[in-house]
């Protein structure tokens, strides 16, 4: 074999063996996960606009993303996508967002939490319906909603407890929501207990509804908050209620209501201001010195 195709083919194998150790997959829980034993459907992928969807999830785990060692700093993320809890936009509001972290020096998780079981082979038309009375999906999904929201206390617990191996600052592992994904977040925020507690909280255009429990603990950490003013499903108001419990509460928190942007506007870049909500968010840690220049 020519000495060059041989070159070719070790980098090849060394790129695959460096992208494999940045990256891995951490089960939740060992077996079945609680109160859906007889969940027996496996995970399945819808892709839209190029951008892939997961649905069926009855397994829940984080996926790591590690940044590179030159810009590690010890703060983490758990990232929670949204969907309805019909699916995950686990790429445009899950791994893109990881990968975004990553160059900030940011390790990251991204959840793939319990969603309710999709009747069709599409997910997202199933979605959009339930969207339309929000109210009823409230109700519907309220079961899923209770287990989804264990997997993310169960997932903070885990990644705390690995912060040695994981090479992560456990008084530095935050949290960031979109939408169905923000529920889990704000009910994080509410009703953490000593080992759960995040360092931080983001939530962008969050349905805060089907979060039970509404009392700020005199400890509560600090929130970032962002979301449109025309958001079709309206959760503009939940988003401005969440920030005056905080302020009311003497506890930090920073809101972001842009005039346009409608519902999920991180998937998707429109050339409006609210296309910058990153670059806030960015400089909230900064402020809050979760990381540094």
């Known amino acids: 074999m020519h000495l060059r195709a041989i070159a070719t083919i070790a980098f090849i194998i060394l790129s695959v063996k460096l992208v494999q150790a940045q990256q891995h997959t951490i089960q939740l829980y060992n077996g ?116 989804a929201i264990e997997d993310i206390f169960t997932a903070m617990t885990k990644i705390k407890s690995d912060s040695s191996h994981l ?38 255009y969050p349905w805060t509804t089907p979060v039970k429990k509404r009392v700020v603990q005199n400890d509560a950490p600090p929130l970032f908050i962002a979301a449109a003013s025309d958001d079709q499903l309206g959760f503009n108001i939940g988003s401005a209620e969440l920030y005056l419990a905080w302020v009311n509460n003497n506890r930090s928190a920073e809101l972001h209501l842009y005039s346009k942007g409608g519902h999920g506007f991180v998937a998707f870049k429109s050339g409006d201001p609210v296309d910058s909500w990153d670059d806030r968010f960015v400089d909230w840690l900064l402020t809050n010195k979760f990381i540094a220049r």
């Open 32 to 147: 079945a996960a609680p109160k859906s034993e007889n969940w027996t459907w496996d995970e399945k992928v819808f892709i839209d606009h190029n951008s892939k969807l997961i649905y069926d999830v009855s397994h829940p785990s984080v996926e790591v993303f590690f940044p590179p060692d030159s810009l590690r700093n010890g703060t983490s993320i758990i990232v929670c996508p949204g969907g309805g809890f019909c699916l995950l936009e686990i790429e445009n509001e899950g791994q893109n967002i990881a990968r975004w972290l990553n160059t900030k020096g940011i390790t990251a998780f991204v959840l793939k939490y319990r969603v309710m079981k999709t009747q069709t082979d599409n997910p997202q038309k199933e979605m959009f319906a339930k969207a339309m009375d929000i109210q009823k999906l409230a109700v519907e999904a309220d079961p899923v909603i209770k287990m």
């Open 167 to 204: 090479k992560i600052n456990p008084k530095k592992v935050g949290i960031i929501g979109f939408s169905a994904g923000a529920t889990l977040a704000t009910a994080l925020a509410y009703n953490y207990d000593k080992k759960t507690k995040p360092a931080f909280v983001a939530v962008l």
